[in-house]
């Protein structure tokens, strides 16, 4: 083979692991959410009409893949996407799309 430049196979790997997270049409509603505004679960519940338990385990994903972070206040837990990385990729493929 050519001399290519290729990361290595654990980083390719996870880079597949983390495109398989966005395969998931409640996460990505959850990171639009999220993309406009900080929310606690039961109000992301509501807004997407999804069971709490059903937002819980999708932020709980995203929350070990670094797409989101979690800050305390009082009784409440709010979400908010972990940086500006996570909305590039989903503002590119956005644009992919409607090319």
Same mark, same amino acid.
Request: proline share 2%; no cysteine; charged share 30%.
């Given at each position: 083979m050519d001399n290519?430049?290729?990361?290595d196979e654990? #980083? #390719?790997?996870?880079?597949?692991?983390l495109y398989k997270v966005f395969g998931d049409y409640? %996460?990505?509603?959850i990171m639009y959410v999220l993309l406009q505004q900080e929310v606690p679960?039961?109000?992301?519940a509501?807004? #997407?009409d999804m069971t709490q338990s059903a937002v819980s385990h999708q932020l709980k994903i995203l929350k070990q893949?670094?797409?989101v972070k979690a800050r %305390?206040?009082?009784?409440?837990?709010?979400?908010?996407?972990?940086?500006?990385?996570?909305?590039?990729?989903?503002?590119?493929?956005?644009?992919h799309l409607e090319e």
């Open positions: 290519i430049n290729m990361p654990e #980083l #390719l790997i996870d880079l597949a692991d409640s %996460r990505i509603r679960v039961q109000k992301l509501d807004m #997407l893949n670094k797409l %305390r206040e009082g009784k409440n837990i709010y979400y908010s996407l972990a940086d500006h990385h996570v909305r590039n990729i989903l503002d590119m493929g956005k644009e």
